[in-house]
């Protein structure tokens, strides 16, 4: 799995190029340990869907109201949840760290965040160029907390999944995920291509005053995936509306 250098130093608030040796050096080193400390994984079911009036999504497991979200999925008929994570033992490298070396603490902080997100696009692309072959066409994925999506709905989403059995992630009573370098997120599919639409901080309502937005366009392409040490080796607030009763995760659809 490779994490793109560019993507730490956005993370940390600068350029690659504006990078002096030292803190090269340090972002190489940060990353080598992180690596080693890593045991990514991921997990996706794929739901029926249902768009209902004012904003209401059915995923028959879940019902949550997210327009944003609803004009992501507009024209799928299915629905993929997905959770992904860099597991504990990044937590404890971050714990550790952050008692002994701040500064490389907030390296570490800023490659792993790089490091997840590289992870779940391997896992998308994979899960993409699967659901093409059997003629559908993936969304960009969509995380709670972007736009409308509340982040509430991260528990629905986790329950769904199985999270804690099938990747090990837990939530907290707050609704924050464990391992923190987490991921959830839905992934319409639908029969028809749906080139042109933007993808994770193009869909924000929050991109223009986040300090991590990424500034450039990024357009559709990408989705979700399976289980697996890397996408290689494997075989992104409104109302919540609650659960409706989870149903297995058959694949029906993908």
């Given at each position: 799995?490779?994490?793109?250098?560019?993507?730490?130093?956005?993370?940390?608030?600068?350029?690659?190029?504006?990078?002096?040796?030292?803190?090269r050096?340090?972002?190489?080193d940060?990353?080598?340990e992180l690596?080693?400390?890593?045991k990514?994984?991921?997990?996706?079911?794929?739901?029926?869907?249902?768009?209902?009036?004012?904003?209401?999504?059915d995923?028959?497991c879940?019902?949550?109201?997210?327009?944003?979200l609803?004009?992501?999925?507009?024209?799928?008929?299915a629905?993929?949840?997905?959770?992904a994570?860099?597991?504990?033992?990044?937590?404890?490298?971050?714990l550790?760290?952050?008692?002994?070396?701040?500064?490389?603490?907030?390296?570490?902080?800023a490659?792993?965040?790089?490091?997840?997100?590289?992870?779940?696009d391997?896992?998308n692309?994979?899960?993409?160029?699967?659901?093409?072959?059997?003629?559908?066409f993936?969304?960009p994925?969509?995380s709670?907390?972007?736009?409308d999506?509340?982040?509430?709905?991260?528990?629905?989403?986790?329950?769904?999944?199985?999270?804690?059995?099938?990747?090990?992630?837990?939530l907290?009573?707050?609704?924050?995920?464990?391992?923190?370098?987490?991921?959830t997120?839905?992934?319409?599919?639908?029969?028809?291509?749906?080139?042109?639409?933007?993808?994770?901080?193009?869909?924000?309502?929050?991109?223009?005053?986040?300090?991590?937005?990424?500034?450039?366009k990024?357009?559709?392409?990408?989705?979700?995936?399976?289980?697996?040490?890397?996408?290689?080796?494997?075989g992104?607030?409104?109302?919540?509306?609650?659960s409706?009763?989870?149903?297995?995760?058959?694949?029906?659809?993908?």
């Amino acid at each position: 799995m490779e994490t793109p250098q560019k993507e730490i130093y956005r993370y940390l608030g600068m350029k690659e190029e504006a990078a002096d040796e030292k803190t090269r050096f340090l972002v190489a080193d940060c990353l080598r340990e992180l690596q080693e400390a890593a045991k990514p994984r991921s997990f996706y079911r794929v739901y029926p869907l249902e768009i209902l009036p004012d904003g209401v999504l059915d995923l028959t497991c879940m019902r949550m109201r997210s327009r944003d979200l609803g004009k992501n999925l507009a024209g799928c008929e299915a629905a993929v949840l997905f959770a992904a994570t860099l597991g504990a033992g990044v937590d404890r490298l971050l714990l550790r760290y952050g008692r002994l070396a701040v500064s490389r603490a907030a390296v570490l902080q800023a490659a792993s965040a790089a490091m997840i997100e590289a992870y779940c696009d391997g896992c998308n692309e994979r899960l993409r160029e699967e659901a093409r072959a059997k003629g559908f066409f993936l969304r960009p994925r969509f995380s709670p907390g972007y736009g409308d999506f509340a982040l509430a709905c991260q528990r629905d989403l986790c329950r769904a999944l199985e999270a804690e059995k099938t990747v090990g992630i837990t939530l907290t009573e707050g609704g924050m995920m464990a391992p923190s370098k987490s991921v959830t997120a839905v992934i319409g599919a639908g029969r028809a291509p749906a080139s042109g639409e933007e993808e994770g901080c193009g869909t924000c309502e929050k991109r223009d005053s986040c300090a991590f937005a990424r500034r450039e366009k990024a357009f559709f392409g990408r989705g979700a995936a399976d289980s697996g040490k890397s996408a290689a080796d494997s075989g992104k607030s409104g109302g919540n509306d609650g659960s409706k009763g989870c149903v297995k995760g058959a694949d029906p659809s993908v």
